[in-house]
């Protein structure tokens, strides 16, 4: 009897060992697929986010317009005009009334007064205009272009910022998913290699089949919750594909994360506020244009060809002119005055958003902060915990050993000291959460 005893005891001992080494992490419990990285995802959220595509091409296009603007302003016109236009009168001066198609200077007629029509119009020339002295008009109309392209730069830091986000907080709920699963896969692994020792003890008719049917009802309910968690899990991953741009529905296996938190930026010039100063310089920038009317403009003018009303001068009507025109405002009712306090009452505007960001976003940041104080003295707490069940188990095993303790109270502490591991490695994984947000806003 006394070796059945040791027997027993040497199954139960190596019951117990194989559970603590599971809940410690020592054993594979399932063999892993290749895992896969955050920064996957990012890349191809940063490759496929049509918001940051479309300013990349705004971009493109804004070079190209401050190219067509400086061929506008300092680059000559040439043109190639031409009129051919008849109109015939019908002539009384030598009695009769008889056709004219190109009168050279009836007295009594019907049809258009000659003085207006001049019997037609013969015209074939080639014009040129050319700016001069422009360049500077053709920088002006382009530096909106250029802060415009920089707007998109910021647009595009920015979308990409809002996509780290918003990717790496669904990387992480999806961490948390397997999490769940994981120690799940761990619980039913204790019970498994305990209810094999129930079993021998059940056998032994040392426990009541009514413990090993608790264990196989706990095993049952840790089934359906792993179910739950797994489907929580592939639903998760495939909202973290869609969020990437990424089209496949196979699964796969995250890596672990560690982020840590950036260093505050201070009083630097923050990702959020840099478009308001953009666009505070984009007023200026439009004010500029605004008053280059009150500059004067100088434009030469030259053409040459044809250009005669009497058809059959054509072969001697062939010559050339050239001038200079000027254009300057003197006087408009103080249009550029009021523009200029337009602008500035805008730009004040663009200013208390600026001051507003960048005070919302130290209170964030600062809450943010409080939170991860409270978060680690949670952990503490939960690490006395973890301690505190690991003395009890130890306890509760020579209980178990000298048949003082019933097994299902063995199993519902570790049970609770799996759900308290389980809870600390959450609140990790909300610790990764906050410092993303931190970092987001510390931008």
């Not at 940051?52 to 190639?80: C, F, H, M, W």
């Not at 014009?127 to 002295?133: A, G, L, Y």
């Not at 290699?193 to 003890?201: A, E, N, P, S």
């Not at 306890?395 to 502490?413: A, F, K, M, W």
């Amino acid at each position: 009897m006394s070796a059945i005893i040791r027997k027993q005891h040497h199954y139960l001992k190596l019951g117990l060992s194989l559970g603590l080494l599971c809940l410690a992490g020592l054993i594979p419990l399932l063999a892993q697929p290749p895992q896969q990285g955050l920064e996957v995802y990012l890349t191809s959220a940063r490759q496929t986010s049509p918001l940051i595509r479309d300013n990349q091409l705004q971009i493109q296009g804004n070079a190209l317009e401050a190219q067509r603007l400086l061929a506008l302003y300092t680059k000559p016109l040439v043109q190639l005009n031409g009129n051919a236009q008849f109109a015939p009168i019908f002539s009384m001066d030598n009695g009769g009334v008889k056709p004219d198609f190109n009168s050279n200077g009836a007295s009594r007629y019907y049809g258009y007064d000659l003085a207006v029509s001049n019997g037609g119009l013969y015209q074939g020339l080639v014009n040129v205009t050319q700016p001069i002295s422009n360049l500077f008009r053709a920088k002006a109309y382009a530096e909106p272009l250029a802060l415009a392209s920089q707007i998109s730069q910021a647009v595009i830091g920015l979308g990409q910022h809002d996509v780290e986000r918003i990717v790496t907080d669904q990387y992480i709920l999806c961490l948390q998913d397997r999490l769940q699963v994981q120690y799940t896969d761990s619980l039913l692994q204790v019970l498994s290699d305990q209810r094999l020792i129930v079993k021998k003890f059940v056998e032994s008719s040392l426990l009541k089949q009514s413990d090993l049917t608790l264990v196989d009802i706990e095993a049952e309910t840790q089934r359906n919750l792993r179910v739950g968690y797994q489907t929580a899990y592939r639903r998760d991953v495939l909202e973290l594909n869609a969020l990437s741009g990424i089209v496949d529905t196979t699964q796969v296996d995250l890596a672990p994360l560690n982020l840590t938190m950036a260093p505050d930026i201070g009083f630097a010039e923050s990702g959020f506020t840099r478009r308001y100063a953009l666009d505070s310089l984009t007023l200026r920038a439009q004010q500029n244009i605004f008053e280059l009317k009150y500059r004067p403009q100088w434009i030469f003018n030259a053409n040459g060809g044809l250009n005669t009303s009497y058809l059959p001068e054509i072969p001697m009507r062939f010559g050339f002119g050239a001038g200079v025109s000027l254009v300057w405002t003197l006087y408009d009712g103080h249009q550029k005055r009021l523009n200029a306090q337009r602008t500035a009452i805008l730009q004040q505007s663009y200013g208390n958003y600026r001051r507003f960001m960048i005070n919302q976003n130290d209170v964030r940041r600062e809450r943010i902060r409080g939170e991860l104080r409270g978060l680690e003295n949670r952990l503490l707490v939960y690490q006395q915990q973890i301690a505190g069940y690991q003395s009890v188990l130890a306890s509760y095993r020579r209980e178990l050993l000298q048949g003082q303790l019933p097994i299902i109270n063995y199993i519902t502490v570790v049970k609770n000291m799996v759900a308290v591991r389980r809870d600390a490695l959450l609140l990790q994984s909300n610790r990764q959460l906050l410092i993303n947000a931190y970092n987001y806003y510390n931008w």
